[in-house]
């Protein structure tokens, strides 16, 4: 039981950093870094159980102890016993903290590279002939109103990030497409991504499209007045 | 100006819902130098056009482009919204602009139309390609 209660916190660490359950479980390093927390809890009821340490009177229930193991291991496992300011300005923590930092981050690694790989792959295909200039509005917009998770330092950041694409001059459309739907798969996963541009190439093929080339016949007739 | 003050989108979720995106909407069409640089040519385009007309014409027309001029220069207005609400300035008089007796009257308000419409398929934006579809529909050719 306490080991459970170490592994609850590592996946709930987890799921925070990555926003996903199904792809921290395809990451070596994601189950390194549970088994740690699974084994320090387990480790530190051992600890109590075994040099019968004075808890007081919360000794009396044997949850007491799964607890203050469970809940002290993952303190301890967090903590550090100094710090120090590097020439560079990085604070370096010294302690527990630091050798969990090591695999959260090797975790981290793994996973954007496990996600970039699969993200390309999968939206290189989807955003295929997707006009950039009008998906880089209406697209978003369509994620957004089906969403409600999204607050608003989330949708300005979200702004921020496809603005950049969109002022950019020098990539390629194409290559800005495929920013843009890698970009918002982080905010809203691949299915509804992809529900997004299949509803977004609809709209364009029975709408945008039919009006500019309404548009174009127009201008032909007004310049011939 | 907040996406619902920018009328028909072909979208229904843009009606409603507006609390998602509001923030989303507001900062992008700020921040997009690709709109608002191809919405701020379409003015400087139609600039002496739309001085001719002011210049000849003395009821209806003139009113409505000395109220182009003013949307113009409202420095709190991006120019993508400026060109939202000169296309629904547009709207109502094309048709009188078109079928002018003056000939330079016409002339230049065809070319006004001619850069709207220019500029809504240039942006692929639906709020501008909503206003041209408008526009096309008022003046009856």
Redesign the interface.
């Known amino acids: 039981m306490s080991g459970m209660i170490g592994l609850f916190v590592g996946l709930s660490e987890l799921v925070n950093r990555y926003n996903s359950f199904k792809k921290i479980f395809v990451n070596i390093y994601s189950w390194i870094y549970l088994l740690i927390n699974f084994l320090a809890a387990v480790l530190a009821y051992y600890i109590i159980k075994k040099y019968k340490l004075n808890l007081g009177s919360i000794s009396e229930h044997e949850i007491g102890f799964i607890l203050i193991s469970g809940l002290g291991a993952m303190a301890f496992l967090r903590s550090s016993f100094f710090s120090f300011k590097s020439s560079s300005g990085q604070i370096i923590s010294i302690g527990p903290a630091a050798l969990l930092t090591i695999f959260l981050r090797a975790a981290e690694s793994e996973f954007d590279r496990i996600m970039a790989n699969n993200d390309i792959n999968n939206v290189s295909i989807l955003m295929k002939d997707i006009n950039f200039a009008s998906a880089s509005k209406d697209l978003p917009l369509i994620i957004l109103a089906s969403m409600r998770v999204l607050n608003n330092e989330e949708q300005k950041s979200l702004s921020d990030d496809i603005l950049k694409l969109v002022n950019d001059t020098t990539a390629t459309t194409e290559a800005k497409s495929i920013a843009l739907g890698v970009i918002l798969t982080k905010s809203t996963g691949y299915a509804l991504l992809k529900t997004a541009v299949d509803s977004l190439r609809e709209i364009y093929q029975t709408k945008t499209k039919v009006n500019l080339e309404k548009l174009s016949t127009f201008q032909n007739k007004l310049n011939a007045l | 100006m907040k996406?619902d003050d920018m009328g028909s989108s072909?979208?229904s979720?843009?009606s409603?819902?507006s609390g998602?995106?509001?923030?989303?909407?507001d900062?992008?069409n700020k921040?997009?130098?690709?709109?608002n640089g191809l919405t701020a040519s379409f003015f400087d385009q139609i600039k002496v056009d739309k001085d001719n007309i002011i210049k000849k014409d003395e009821g209806l027309l003139r009113d409505r482009f000395n109220q182009i001029s003013e949307v113009e220069k409202d420095i709190n207005k991006t120019n993508y919204q400026k060109a939202l609400i000169t296309g629904n300035i547009l709207v109502p008089i094309v048709s009188e602009v078109?079928h002018a007796n003056d000939l330079v009257i016409?002339k230049s308000g065809?070319n006004i139309?001619?850069s709207f419409?220019n500029i809504?398929?240039a942006?692929?934006?639906?709020q501008l390609?909503?206003l041209?579809?408008r526009i096309?529909g008022e003046?009856q050719?």
């Open positions: 996406s072909g979208y979720g843009y409603s819902n998602r995106y509001d923030v989303f909407l900062n992008f921040g997009n130098n690709y709109l078109i016409k065809i139309i001619n419409l809504a398929k942006t692929e934006d639906q390609i909503d041209a579809v096309s003046t050719i």
